[in-house]
Structure formats: C-alpha cells, structure tokens
C-alpha cells in the first residue's frame, strides 16, 4: 500500500504566495510521474502540473505558467508545487499525485486516470 499526503494549503490574499509538498510511502513502487491537480466545488478535478520522473521534464496548465513551479526529487518520491501570485480562481483543493505507468506519452500525464495513488487534498484560498 502506498500512502500520499500533501502539506502547506491555506488561505492567502490575492498576489500571495503558498508552497504546497508532497510525500509518498509504504510499499515500493515505480516512480514515472508526479503530478498536481486540482478541484473546486462543483467542479472536476483538472491538472496543474506535472513532473515526470525519466527526463525530469515538466508541463503545466496555462493558466498557471509562469507563476506556479513544480520540483521533486524521484528516488525520495517528494514533489512540491510553489505557487505566487495567487489569484481567487486558484481557490481549490489541490490534490498530489503519482503516476506508476513509463513510456507514456505527455499528454497522458495531464488526466487524472494516468495516475495509480493520491492523497487527500490540501485546500487553497486565495481571497479578492
């Protein structure tokens, strides 16, 4: 069994700045990629970003380009996502998750259904 737990959510003004980790344990497994998603009320859950484990590369949802940085460290099976300049539409539950399937395309990355373990969710709000 592998647990999933995220840390570092909370409530900011708009313009802040809020660091969310990430952690995986128990059972080994194989590490092809960590990610960031997403879910507001009333909403499904859509991703952030995302790191992936061979190349190190990472991919993130427009929106967020150039204002959040995903960062990790594989063989620890950590990922932590910093976020600046929050605005209201950031308002959600941002869930951490790890993908154990290689050789998949980028896009393959951005679904939720590309991913094996999840953790419980942080909430972020960011107020006007």
């Known amino acids: 069994q592998v647990q999933v737990v995220e840390s570092g959510g909370g409530s900011v003004q708009t313009g802040g700045s809020l660091r969310l980790s990430c952690a995986a344990s128990?059972?080994?497994?194989?590490?092809?990629?960590m990610g960031w998603f997403r879910q507001a009320p009333g909403n499904q859950r859509v991703f952030v970003a995302v790191m992936r484990s061979s190349t190190g590369n990472t991919y993130y949802l427009d929106s967020v380009k150039g204002r959040f940085t995903i960062s990790g460290d594989q063989s620890k099976n950590t990922v932590a996502l910093e976020m600046n300049g929050l605005k209201p539409e950031d308002t959600a539950t941002y869930y951490c998750?790890?993908?154990?399937?290689?050789?998949?395309?980028?896009?393959?990355?951005?679904?939720?259904?590309?991913?094996?373990?999840w953790g419980q969710g942080t909430q972020v709000t960011v107020s006007a």
């Open positions: 128990g059972r080994t497994f194989t590490n092809a990629a």
């Open positions: 998750a790890m993908a154990s399937r290689r050789n998949n395309p980028a896009h393959y990355y951005r679904s939720p259904n590309g991913y094996d373990y």
